[in-house]
């Protein structure tokens, strides 16, 4: 079974600070790590992924992520937020089954991340 | 380039009827995936094709069904719709059907049921 935890339902930060958003994951085996972020009445939008190697993984519109695999945790990063930030921001795990090495994303809840001026 | 598209963006049915929902991949794309998102909640896996062929599918109920044309489009089928079978559902497609692949979502199609 896989699963994903994302803690908070709602962060909140001034423009100009950082921002984090938590991810923790629970899968057997090795996990395929993504954030995604999804604007009102539209489709997700791929952020980064972590597949192997470098535990910081820079992504688009300038998120990072840090792929922590001892405490299970895939936290999203910024070091400046934009009020353009503020969206719902979703984690997601992936796995492979058997041979096929196919997996079916399990998101997580979402955290709304709102950023004021 | 366009992205993934789906028709229609809205769409209302009454309890018991039937709906096809459609979803075509980014050019090059060949696997496309299906989700549902409630309100509230990440999206749930429904359907994943590859070449035509289901890779995998979610815990959802035999009503519903999908499949994968040869030119890589998709239609996502629910029949004996219920209130509950209300949600916002999403297609995405990637390049195959790998582990690694990231997908990228259409717009997403909103279906009432009343």
């Known amino acids: 079974a896989q699963s994903v935890a994302q803690p908070e339902d709602q962060v909140n930060v001034a423009e100009g600070n950082p921002l984090t958003v938590k991810c923790t994951y629970s899968?057997?085996?090795?996990?395929?790590l993504f954030w995604y972020v999804q604007y009102p009445n539209r489709g997700l939008q791929f952020l980064l992924k972590y597949i192997t190697g470098d535990n910081l993984v820079k992504g688009s519109y300038g998120f990072e992520a840090e792929f922590n695999k001892s405490q299970t945790s895939f936290h999203l990063k910024k070091p400046s937020a934009l009020v353009s930030d503020s969206a719902l921001y979703f984690c997601a795990v992936r796995r492979a089954l058997g041979t096929d090495s196919w997996g079916k994303f399990q998101f997580g809840a979402g955290t709304q991340v709102v950023v004021t001026p | 380039d366009a992205g993934v598209t789906q028709s229609p963006t809205h769409l209302i049915k009454t309890r018991g009827q039937h709906v096809t929902l459609r979803c075509s991949p980014i050019s090059g794309h060949k696997s496309v995936s299906w989700y549902q998102q409630v309100l509230g909640q990440g999206p749930q896996f429904i359907f994943q094709?590859?070449?035509?062929?289901?890779?995998g599918r979610g815990n959802f109920p035999d009503r519903f069904s999908a499949r994968q044309f040869p030119n890589y489009s998709s239609e996502l089928n629910v029949n004996a719709l219920l209130l509950g079978d209300s949600a916002l559902y999403l297609c995405?497609?990637?390049?195959?059907?790998?582990?690694?692949?990231?997908?990228?979502f259409g717009p997403g199609t909103r279906l009432t049921v009343t």
């Open positions: 995405a497609s990637s390049l195959a059907a790998g582990v690694s692949y990231e997908q990228y």
């Open positions: 899968v057997s085996g090795n996990p395929y």
């Open positions: 094709y590859y070449e035509k062929e289901e890779r």
